[in-house]
């Protein structure tokens, strides 16, 4: 089972469509969870932070269930500049250190 | 702030050939960390080091790959002889500890093609 788990869509919705994705993690150890924006041919970018009690940057909302090792993100009227592809992002403590295991990534398109 | 550089852009090379990659990180950044990502698929994690030392290697394939921060700020990643398998987009990233609480910055990558 992979560490961390995500639809890799793509999912294509209409401008100004709600639009949520869905992650799942396995190590209950995990201590921090993000999600990260990446476009084509670029880097990865920190979107936001995601919290137990659930947080809400914007257009866009993260919410944590620690019991169910799930992570969710929610984009409401979703733009075109939305379309990117979505990592899920888990920081799990291990020997080593703490280190960021990323998903595969949900691709969004959003369209006219 | 200055972000996360990397050195070069793009490369391409043929198998069994030889390539570095060099990465500068934020300013005062402790601890630094290498990921691979292949088309289709996420970062995943090759090296990480805390000042000059490695936090965590499990996942580098040390037939071929070495990386090494000597003097705890600049990183290098070789591999020596590369394979087909290893194209894809190295990418470096720094944070202020290693508790990645707040996520990693990375730097814009190297886009790594073997022919």
């Known amino acids: 089972r992979k560490e961390v788990e995500q639809d890799p869509g793509p999912f294509n919705v209409p401008e100004g469509a709600t639009v949520a994705f869905n992650c799942t993690y396995s190590?209950?150890?995990?201590?921090?969870f993000f999600w990260y924006r990446q476009d084509c041919r670029k880097e990865p970018k920190l979107l936001m932070s995601v919290y137990s009690s659930g947080n809400e940057d914007g257009r866009f909302t993260a919410q944590l269930n620690r019991a169910s090792q799930y992570i969710s993100l929610l984009i409401r009227d979703s733009k075109l500049s939305d379309s990117a592809t979505y990592l899920c992002v888990v920081n799990i403590l291990g020997g080593g250190g703490n280190k960021l295991t990323f998903g595969t990534g949900t691709q969004l398109k959003v369209e006219l | 702030e200055a972000g996360v550089a990397q050195s070069p852009r793009y490369k391409i090379i043929e198998k069994r050939q030889s390539v570095a990659f060099w990465c500068n990180p934020i300013s005062g950044h402790a601890t630094l960390y290498w990921y691979q990502q292949i088309l289709g698929q996420g970062p995943k994690l090759l090296i990480q080091f805390q000042n000059n030392g490695v936090v965590d290697d499990s996942q580098l394939p040390k037939d071929r790959f070495s990386a090494e921060r000597l003097k705890g700020v600049d990183s290098t990643l070789k591999i020596q002889p590369a394979k087909l398998e290893d194209s894809a987009v190295y990418l470096c990233?720094?944070?202020?500890?290693?508790?990645?609480?707040?996520?990693?910055?990375f730097g814009s990558g190297t886009r790594l093609t073997v022919v």
């Open positions: 190590n209950s150890a995990s201590q921090s």
């Open positions: 990233a720094s944070s202020t500890s290693d508790r990645g609480q707040h996520g990693y910055t």
